[in-house]
């Protein structure tokens, strides 16, 4: 059985040729040898980057990306054998995906990003992760979003594309963090005390590591206490970070109270606004005028009285035309 193809014009894509059985067999023979080498490279590919940087969305993806291009490669050398000109084929494709592309931008931009994380490797699978303010523990990267399980349990999906602009903060790329308290004790505590009460506390915590070391340091005067600031260090890991802080507050309670060094808190005066007094000025109001440096104070300049006297005379009454010195 014979088909006949129009004869190409400027706007046919087909070749002015006769078309036989075994011209379709051998290009459904090209596209299914195509299909099934894709499969085969990509299951491949896939097993030789799981096992070199770890099974995840990368090797899925890219194992994908290297099947979808032997299949394009092979349904263009099916359309060839069949008498299909590809070039402008290849045209209307690509202006067709120039329309899809732009219709499904945000889906573009969630995908490109994923490729991004990929390759950047900011995060991987089973770190704990701070995403704009989003806490989670990162379970998958797909095309599309970032999973996250939440620190309650929840399941959070971020677009990759919020990710990928955003702050990343990996709170778990690293075995250990450094944390803060703040503790605040009263005006008339002796300071050294304080300190060496602190020190001491932190030693009973021993969760907070020692290498490195911790440390007290004085932040400044503050509205009602004189403030210090513990800075220790702990296993990354949200639960660990919590665990000492728990055992660290309660260590620092103890240690001050051991010490009767009292642990400042705001107090707030109650005043009913009546006094039976007369008042700091007792009721007399004067002029206000108080001295101002480099207003009221200025330097005193000593001048010299102007003396006057009639010309061709001296101060002592002499005529200097008649005065035999002269």
Same mark, same amino acid.
């Given at each position: 059985?014979?088909?006949?193809?129009?004869?190409?014009?400027?706007?046919?894509?087909?070749?002015?040729?006769?078309?036989?059985?075994?011209?379709?067999?051998?290009?459904?023979?090209?596209?299914?040898?195509?299909?099934?080498?894709?499969?085969?490279?990509?299951?491949?590919?896939?097993?030789?980057?799981?096992?070199?940087?770890?099974?995840?969305?990368?090797?899925?993806?890219?194992?994908?990306?290297?099947?979808?291009?032997?299949?394009?490669?092979?349904?263009?050398?099916?359309?060839?054998?069949?008498?299909?000109?590809?070039?402008?084929?290849?045209?209307?494709?690509?202006?067709?995906?120039?329309?899809?592309?732009?219709?499904?931008?945000? +889906?573009?931009?969630?995908?490109?990003? &994923? =490729?991004? @994380?990929?390759?950047?490797?900011?995060?991987? %699978? !089973?770190? *704990?992760?701070?995403?704009?303010?989003?806490?989670?523990?990162?379970?998958?990267?797909?095309?599309?979003?970032?999973?996250?399980?939440?620190?309650?349990?929840?399941?959070?999906?971020?677009?990759?594309?919020?990710?990928?602009?955003?702050?990343?903060?990996?709170?778990?790329?690293?075995?250990?963090?450094?944390?803060?308290?703040?503790?605040?004790?009263?005006?008339?505590?002796?300071?050294?005390?304080?300190?060496?009460?602190?020190?001491?506390?932190?030693?009973?915590?021993?969760? +907070?590591?020692?290498?490195?070391?911790? &440390? =007290?340091? @004085?932040?400044?005067?503050?509205?009602?206490? %004189? !403030?210090? *600031?513990?800075?220790?260090?702990?296993?990354?890991?949200?639960?660990?970070?919590?665990?000492?802080?728990?055992?660290?507050?309660?260590?620092?309670?103890?240690?001050?109270?051991?010490?009767?060094?009292?642990?400042?808190?705001?107090?707030?005066?109650?005043?009913?606004?009546?006094?039976?007094?007369?008042?700091?000025?007792?009721?007399?109001?004067?002029?206000?005028?108080?001295?101002?440096?480099?207003?009221?104070?200025?330097?005193?300049?000593?001048?010299?009285?102007?003396?006057?006297?009639?010309?061709?005379?001296?101060?002592?009454?002499?005529?200097?035309?008649?005065?035999?010195?002269?």
């Amino acid at each position: 059985m014979r088909h006949w193809l129009p004869t190409q014009t400027d706007g046919n894509v087909l070749t002015d040729e006769s078309l036989t059985g075994g011209d379709w067999l051998q290009a459904g023979a090209i596209l299914v040898g195509a299909i099934v080498l894709a499969a085969v490279a990509s299951r491949l590919l896939r097993r030789v980057i799981a096992h070199g940087i770890g099974h995840g969305f990368a090797a899925i993806l890219t194992a994908r990306l290297m099947g979808y291009a032997i299949v394009l490669v092979g349904l263009f050398y099916s359309l060839t054998s069949l008498g299909v000109r590809v070039g402008p084929l290849l045209g209307a494709l690509g202006l067709g995906g120039l329309v899809v592309a732009l219709a499904l931008q945000p +889906v573009v931009e969630n995908f490109v990003g &994923s =490729v991004i @994380l990929q390759s950047r490797r900011p995060f991987t %699978i !089973g770190d *704990t992760v701070d995403l704009g303010g989003t806490v989670g523990v990162v379970a998958d990267i797909d095309a599309r979003t970032t999973l996250l399980t939440g620190l309650d349990g929840t399941q959070i999906r971020v677009p990759n594309a919020n990710v990928v602009s955003t702050t990343i903060i990996n709170l778990t790329r690293s075995p250990i963090r450094r944390s803060s308290l703040a503790v605040g004790v009263a005006y008339d505590t002796d300071l050294q005390a304080a300190a060496e009460a602190l020190g001491e506390a932190i030693t009973r915590a021993p969760r +907070v590591l020692r290498d490195p070391p911790p &440390s =007290v340091n @004085l932040d400044g005067f503050g509205d009602s206490s %004189i !403030g210090f *600031t513990i800075l220790y260090w702990h296993d990354s890991d949200v639960p660990s970070e919590l665990a000492t802080r728990h055992d660290l507050v309660i260590a620092v309670h103890q240690g001050l109270a051991s010490h009767d060094i009292t642990i400042a808190f705001p107090q707030v005066v109650v005043w009913s606004g009546e006094s039976d007094d007369a008042g700091p000025y007792e009721r007399r109001l004067d002029q206000v005028h108080n001295p101002y440096p480099g207003l009221d104070e200025r330097p005193t300049v000593r001048r010299r009285r102007p003396q006057w006297r009639r010309s061709g005379r001296r101060s002592d009454g002499t005529d200097p035309a008649t005065d035999p010195a002269d």
